[in-house]
């Protein structure tokens, strides 16, 4: 089978993204966007804002993010959490009609459209009367939504435009992931709403953000919002609070053990990492976090892999969790420091013809004296399943945490002329290097790890990953292998409304 280029898309789960622990910022975009698998931050790109909610998997926590999105014609493998949209791959493209107008050989089958759009031009009666532009918007909204495909929308122009600002790498709002949680974690409580034996932590403020930058901590409970309890209100209607524009302030109260303490915070735009590096095991495991999967992802990733094996590092943790996806292209580089050659995923287009995907030459890891585990879990999507399935398929990590998101194909991202919006559009499935789909049903961990029970500030699938490279558990919680590595449940299909951002 000949060697296709490596498309420049993002992947799209699908159906709606799981609810990781929510986050509190509104995605946005400084860079240019490019061609990726899940694209660069792609995964809010779908919505004016994108909410990723999910909690540990399990009863009792739920977790969110919110996001805003915007940017052109993209391919993209990735999730939109308010448009509910992973993009699979996307690419950017500009499939314009080479004459304008209706064709000849279809002016037939296009006079009902023209007179039904000139009667409402010139008889409709009613009030208000949609102007051209609404009508146009209108009649194309209506043939994508023939589809029937959670993943393929239409969007006007400021929507589309905010989608393509969430594949940067930047955010809006206060920067803060929270989750749903029982306040007593042996008491068997189903959480659903604040209050009753349930509360609303902070899991992390995201560095660099307004809130790390006001002393919000790991572990904090946020009891109120702007003197509004929240007792009674979902993880949604809680995070509606928080977020808001740029330059408007919100205060929320909080307690920390049995301190009570009020922040007041400027929601602003700041400026998000795409990875996030630490060492464990006393120096000899490097652990890297990526959240997006994009160019300053891949690039800043091969930064930090470096810098890890000069400093002899032979152990890696690479985490995958909560990352919705973005551009095929950087999930091909990032799995590329691990495999040096061969098939790192399938391609099927429209007409059926499969290509590889293959790996470039180079990797900075490919020697197999470089143990590298992955963490996945229900937000792990598209182009990072690109990624985390073909670490898995080539036998080169094994994967830890819970089964990932379950989105197999990848969106074409296009803007429309004469600013009439875009549309994301299905333009193919991957598949693994041993050609599985996993749209709907996701990736199964190696190591399955129950985290239906943990608390904000500790992380069993983490110390689970230390175990598996031979050293202690260090987040303070204990790893409890899952009874059976049951699926999930099965995502529903997108949303129409715009996907979450950060407040």
């Not at 996701?442 to 983490?462: E, K, S, W, Y």
């Not at 598996?468 to 987040?475: I, R, T």
Request: hydrophobic share 40%; aromatic share 4%; charged share 15%.
């Amino acid at each position: 089978m000949s060697s296709a280029p490596t498309p420049q898309t993002p992947d799209e789960p699908n159906s709606s993204p799981p609810v990781p622990k929510t986050r509190l910022d509104r995605k946005q975009v400084s860079r240019p966007p490019a061609v990726a698998a899940d694209t660069s931050r792609v995964e809010a790109a779908a919505a004016d804002e994108r909410i990723e909610s999910s909690g540990s998997g399990g009863s009792g926590s739920s977790a969110r993010r919110i996001l805003a999105p915007s940017r052109f014609s993209l391919i993209l493998v990735a999730v939109i959490a308010s448009g509910a949209l992973f993009l699979g791959g996307y690419s950017l493209g500009a499939h314009i009609a080479t004459t304008p107008g209706t064709p000849s050989d279809q002016e037939s089958r296009f006079s009902a459209f023209w007179d039904v759009y000139s009667l409402i031009q010139t008889d409709y009666a009613g009030s208000p009367k949609p102007s051209q532009d609404q009508l146009v918007q209108a009649a194309i909204k209506g043939m994508i939504d023939s589809l029937n495909d959670p993943w393929s929308s239409y969007q006007g122009p400021t929507d589309f435009q905010n989608s393509l600002l969430s594949v940067g790498g930047q955010a809006e709002g206060i920067g803060v992931q929270v989750q749903l949680q029982p306040i007593d974690p042996n008491a068997g409580t189903s959480c659903t709403a604040i209050g009753n034996g349930c509360e609303l932590a902070v899991v992390q403020p995201i560095p660099g953000s307004p809130a790390e930058a006001a002393g919000v901590q790991p572990g904090d409970v946020i009891v109120s919002v702007n003197g509004t309890t929240l007792d009674g209100k979902t993880v949604d209607q809680a995070t509606a609070l928080i977020k808001g524009p740029k330059d408007t302030a919100v205060t929320i109260g909080l307690l920390r053990g049995t301190i009570t303490i009020s922040l007041t915070i400027t929601r602003k735009v700041f400026n998000e990492p795409e990875i996030e590096t630490k060492t464990l095991a006393n120096g000899a495991v490097a652990y890297i976090h990526v959240t997006g999967i994009n160019p300053p992802a891949s690039s800043q990733f091969d930064l930090a892999l470096s810098t890890a094996l000069k400093a002899g590092q032979h152990n890696v943790i690479l985490d995958l969790r909560g990352n919705l996806g973005g551009y095929v292209a950087d999930a091909v580089k990032i799995a590329s420091e691990f495999i040096g050659s061969g098939v790192i995923a399938y391609q099927q287009d429209a007409s059926n013809a499969i290509a590889e995907v293959t790996a470039t030459s180079g990797g900075l890891a490919t020697d197999p004296s470089v143990h590298l585990v992955v963490l996945v879990d229900g937000n792990t999507a598209s182009a990072s399943e690109i990624l985390a399935g073909a670490l898995q398929a080539r036998g080169r990590a094994k994967l830890v945490g819970s089964k990932t998101y379950g989105k197999g194909v990848v969106q074409e991202w296009l803007p429309l002329p004469n600013d009439m919006g875009g549309i994301h559009l299905t333009i193919a499935r991957w598949l693994t290097p041993n050609k599985v789909w996993i749209q709907g049903k996701g990736l199964q961990p190696d190591v399955p790890i129950n985290t239906d029970n943990a608390r904000a500030g500790t992380d069993p699938v983490l110390d689970a990953g230390l175990a598996q490279l031979g050293f202690p558990a260090e987040s303070g919680a204990s790893a409890s292998p899952a009874a059976s590595p049951s699926p999930a449940a099965s995502p529903s299909p997108a949303a129409t409304s715009p996907a979450p951002g950060a407040s």
